[in-house]
């Protein structure tokens, strides 16, 4: 047998090299994605395939589910935790151990963990909890018209979360919301669907929706502006990029998601998850701008809404999934479907879930949030395309698309999450960030009982001050919905100030602060109070659960109200995710501020009612008189509202302070 020389050795061993690189493309972050992409996908089986496709929770995934179904992509579903009030390092320790069991499979894909971080990475503990949207939506800079709102804010509000939910391992989130909160007066019930969320490009035009508090305003043109969110998750796209290529640029940013396509804040007298009834022209002037803007900014991956167009399910919705967002638009990120949105598609949910499959597959769904009965999805598209209902060509365009979202975010070459962003979470800088956009978020709707005696800002020297009101000493009422747990949760349910801390460490030491949370007429006349702040509104919701249809501030919000500023000069902070019944109040109050959902950092509402700070913010929607009037938006024929859009007024800082 003939032997070979040791520089013989050497070349076989080169040769050998060179092949495996040559045919391991996808692993070489020098090739183009295109070429990457391609490489992947031919040597994919058609089990890999739709493996990527499926999206499972949390609690039902494995190492090993990971790498026997080769699952693509991971999400935590409101209030789904590795562990109650857990730290960063078990966040990342639970992510990685998941990502070992995808990296262990045959081809060594990565997933993408995905989580609702809507106002910050707001499922953890610790985290830096922002204003909800509806409070983000007034945050226009003074000097500008009033479409214009604050674009570097919004960025920066970005670029923090991207660095929480970062700072957990986790590098998708489902945000922004981008719904245009705008109801269609039609009496139709029918086609009931659901939804969820981070870009949320939502519209909200009836403030009976129990999304609307995600929703920055009843103007398409100020939504538009707050898809600047985007940059801010994933970074600036690059000049000369083509439209609708995903970007994002690096490991301190996240994947974003624009949703809930299309048309989820026009439904009917606001009922979640039910049909839009609206003109072609309304639905591409109202509700689809705003998704124009995200796919130009580079948005990887894009929502379908729970809810109905015309009675036509969105999540089986092909002419606009397909025909309009890829090919007209020419998105190239993926398409997502909400939790359990292809369910929804049957009357019973699940009835028929191979028809499900086939309808939302056949549309353009990329890939399927399951969360839970994943061998069921798994199982039903393979038998769909194996029978060929579903064309492999369909599969293989879902799977390209999964696939350049993650080629490009770099997720090949950075898998694995470590603890040096863990320092992010519930930063100082971001607290300060926050405690801006509560400042830039308050509007003031009355200030004085007549136009000569302003009450606001409030002197910090008094004798005796009272703050009274459910929501003065409480974080889960002054975060809402969305916040630790799903529908969010009364009480001191994570860290931060709250509005009653704030006031205290705000006034002069030697100003005495009362508080007592619904005080009589009598406690309030024995004390002599030199003025009174109450602080109330709604208690935490979200989604369906949130729909209201009568809009009052449920008790003792009323009855403080009364009693308080019926005895003493009185300002009135209102706590809620949308514009509520307030008018029969208005009289007996000095000054009433709209503060929305502020978040954790509520030293930014003392800061203006002590005179910081000037008050600034301007309605992003139409303040009502009674729900009879809705849907009410600015440009109706029966505009008559007690506060229009646009409405709020201005007051300058006291220089003293």
């Not at 007034?138 to 804010?153: A, I, K, M, S």
């Not at 994002?248 to 009922?271: L, M, Q, S, Y």
């Not at 747990?485 to 030491?509: C, F, M, R, Y």
Request: proline residues 6%.
């Amino acid at each position: 047998m003939a032997k070979l020389c040791p520089s013989s050795l050497v070349i076989i061993m080169m040769c050998c090299y060179w092949a495996a690189s040559e045919s391991l493309k996808y692993k070489d972050p020098k090739q183009p994605i295109n070429i990457r992409i391609k490489d992947l996908l031919n040597r994919m089986t058609l089990a890999e395939k739709i493996g990527q496709m499926t999206q499972i929770e949390r609690s039902v995934a494995s190492a090993d589910v990971m790498q026997k179904y080769f699952i693509g992509s991971i999400l935590s579903g409101g209030g789904s935790v590795p562990a109650k009030e857990a730290s960063p390092e078990t966040w990342i320790n639970m992510v990685n151990g998941f990502q070992n069991g995808s990296l262990a499979t045959r081809l060594g894909i990565p997933m993408i963990y995905g989580i609702d971080a809507v106002h910050g990475n707001n499922n953890v503990f610790k985290a830096t909890i922002f204003p909800h949207n509806v409070g983000l939506g007034v945050t226009r800079q003074v000097f500008l018209p009033l479409v214009n709102v604050d674009p570097e804010l919004i960025e920066k509000i970005g670029a923090a979360t991207a660095l929480e939910v970062r700072a957990t391992g986790i590098n998708y989130a489902f945000a922004p919301c981008i719904a245009v909160t705008i109801t269609s007066s039609s009496s139709s019930t029918t086609n009931l669907v659901f939804v969820i969320t981070i870009f949320c490009s939502q519209v909200c035009r009836d403030p009976r929706w129990g999304r609307c508090f995600e929703s920055y305003s009843e103007d398409p043109a100020i939504v538009r502006q707050m898809t600047q969110l985007i940059p801010g998750l994933q970074g600036d796209i690059p000049p000369n990029t083509h439209k609708g290529v995903p970007f994002v640029a690096g490991k301190e940013k996240v994947v974003a998601c624009a949703k809930h396509f299309v048309g989820d804040g026009g439904t009917t007298k606001g009922i979640n998850e039910n049909n839009t009834v609206i003109s072609p022209h309304g639905l591409f002037s109202i509700h689809m701008p705003a998704y124009y803007d995200s796919v130009l900014k580079g948005v990887a991956t894009i929502m379908i809404s729970y809810s109905s167009v015309n009675g036509a399910k969105m999540h089986a919705d092909g002419h606009l999934i397909t025909n309009f967002l890829k090919n007209t638009v020419k998105f190239r990120g993926f398409v997502i479907s909400d939790w359990q949105g292809i369910d929804r598609l049957t009357d019973p949910p699940h009835a028929n879930y191979t028809f499900s499959i086939l309808r939302s597959v056949e549309a353009g769904l990329d890939m399927i949030m399951v969360p839970y009965n994943y061998t069921e999805f798994i199982d039903g598209l393979s038998y769909l395309v194996t029978n060929k209902f579903i064309p492999i060509s369909r599969i293989d365009d879902a799977v390209k698309r999964i696939l350049r979202v993650k080629f490009v975010m770099g997720l090949f070459e950075n898998p694995l999450a470590d603890l040096t962003m863990a320092k992010h979470l519930g930063s100082h800088e971001h607290r300060e960030l926050a405690r801006e956009a509560v400042r830039k978020s308050l509007v003031l709707l009355k200030n004085g009982k007549t136009d000569t005696e302003p009450v606001l800002p409030l002197p910090k020297k008094s004798t005796k001050i009272l703050v009274a009101g459910t929501h003065a000493d409480d974080i889960g009422n002054q975060c809402g919905g969305w916040t630790i747990e799903w529908h969010g949760q009364s009480g001191n349910i994570t860290v931060g100030t709250t509005i009653l801390s704030a006031i205290k460490k705000t006034v002069d030491p030697k100003t005495e602060v009362v508080y007592q949370e619904n005080p009589t007429p009598e406690f309030i006349k024995s004390n002599n109070f030199s003025y009174a702040i109450v602080v109330t509104g709604e208690y935490p919701y979200s989604e369906t659960v949130g729909d209201n249809l009568n809009l009052t501030i449920p008790e003792p919000g009323p009855t403080t109200i009364t009693n308080v500023c019926g005895a003493v000069k009185c300002v009135v902070v209102l706590i809620t995710g949308r514009p509520v019944v307030i008018e029969p109040y208005v009289s007996n109050m000095d000054g009433l501020v709209a503060a929305w959902l502020p978040g954790t950092e509520g030293q930014g509402v003392a800061d203006v009612l002590y005179g910081d700070y000037g008050f600034t913010g301007k309605l992003a929607r139409t303040w009502f008189k009674t729900v009879d009037q809705l849907p009410m938006n600015v440009g109706d024929p029966h505009y008559d509202p007690l506060y229009p859009f646009g409405f709020g007024i201005t007051t300058e800082p006291v220089k003293s302070n």
